[in-house]
């Protein structure tokens, strides 16, 4: 078919249009103050399928920002962990302290919370309104961590993101992405917007609550990166620096109930000595058989309310992962 070219130059003027709106307001998306400017060289990576995550390495612009090269160990002298990464988060440009493969592609486990809290924080203003849980929080997966709510019962929203960082539960993410999304696939390319919007260019998502999948990946950098935009949320700092939550809520009969919920962090419990002079702020445990141990956490600098963000991924043991987080936050002076 012939296309004349007034009929061709009228069609295009409404992209043109399209496009300039786009460039001009973003289509009316939310820019987030922590996003980068697309300029430097932001490449969106796709999905791919690996058999071995650990020891494959992402490329992405994200790597040239204040990290080492990353065939390079930076003061990882004792350092048993598969990777291990400590920035300090202060001024416009931080500054690694520590870094241990810190590109390498690890299955995050419970960490994968860190983002789904944040989708949620960046789209949910009032986190007082209610969510009834639906049967897709039923989680059948055996020693997968759990909030203990079922479908039915009426939560608040903060409730449920308490649910999802304290205990970690994984019922509870479900519900944190089915209130903000309407569904878990919606949510999950949220999380996958974000992370490029972040710049954790070496991150993908499957799911919400980081149960394994050779799809679903994160880099130390990438957590450090989905961490400290979580942190830039008063909310998200309130929660993930609580040791115990008690959630007022209705069952499925609309009768009240209650729970306690308790954080998993160590050094929160005081069942681990945090160095002196620092102050634990809060951050995400994740564990799988395939993720080993794992821990993401902000730190403050009490003398000076310098703030910093350590992670240790795949550790072999639970003692292992905090005699190398303690390790890093001793090399903070």
């Not at 300039?20 to 009316?28: A, S």
């Not at 040239?64 to 990882?76: F, T």
């Not at 929160?268 to 000595?273: K, S, T």
């Amino acid at each position: 078919m012939r296309v004349s070219g007034w009929s061709f130059r009228r069609g295009l003027l409404p992209v043109l249009l399209c496009l300039f709106f786009m460039m001009t307001t973003g289509c009316g998306r939310k820019k987030l103050d922590h996003s980068y400017d697309i300029r430097m060289g932001l490449t969106r990576m796709n999905a791919v399928s690996v058999s071995d995550v650990t020891g494959t390495h992402a490329d992405g612009f994200s790597k040239g920002l204040a990290i080492p090269d990353e065939k390079q160990s930076v003061n990882a002298d004792g350092i048993t962990a598969e990777a291990a990464l400590l920035v300090s988060t202060e001024g416009d440009t931080p500054s690694v302290l520590v870094s241990k493969n810190p590109y390498v592609r690890t299955y995050p486990a419970s960490i994968t919370k860190v983002m789904t809290a944040l989708v949620c924080l960046e789209n949910i203003e009032d986190l007082d309104q209610e969510f009834t849980v639906t049967k897709n929080s039923n989680i059948n997966v055996s020693g997968s961590s759990t909030a203990y709510i079922h479908p039915g019962e009426t939560l608040t929203i903060r409730e449920l993101l308490y649910g999802m960082l304290l205990p970690s539960g994984n019922d509870a993410a479900v519900a944190v992405a089915e209130a903000t999304a309407g569904s878990v696939d919606a949510f999950v390319d949220m999380m996958n917007e974000t992370a490029q919007n972040i710049g954790a260019t070496g991150t993908h998502f499957v799911n919400v609550n980081g149960l394994p999948d050779e799809n679903h990946y994160m880099t130390p950098y990438d957590i450090y990166l989905t961490l400290h935009a979580a942190l830039q949320y008063d909310a998200f700092r309130e929660i993930v620096g609580s040791v115990q939550y008690t959630p007022n809520y209705k069952d499925a009969n609309g009768m009240p109930k209650t729970q306690e919920w308790t954080v998993s962090n160590k050094y929160l419990l005081g069942e681990v000595e945090t160095p002196e002079g620092l102050k634990v702020l809060g951050g995400k445990t994740g564990t799988t058989n395939a993720a080993g141990y794992c821990l993401t956490m902000a730190t403050e600098k009490e003398a000076t309310g310098e703030e910093f963000i350590s992670t240790v991924m795949k550790a072999k043991t639970k003692d292992d992962l905090y005699t190398n987080m303690t390790l890093l936050l001793e090399k903070i002076h």
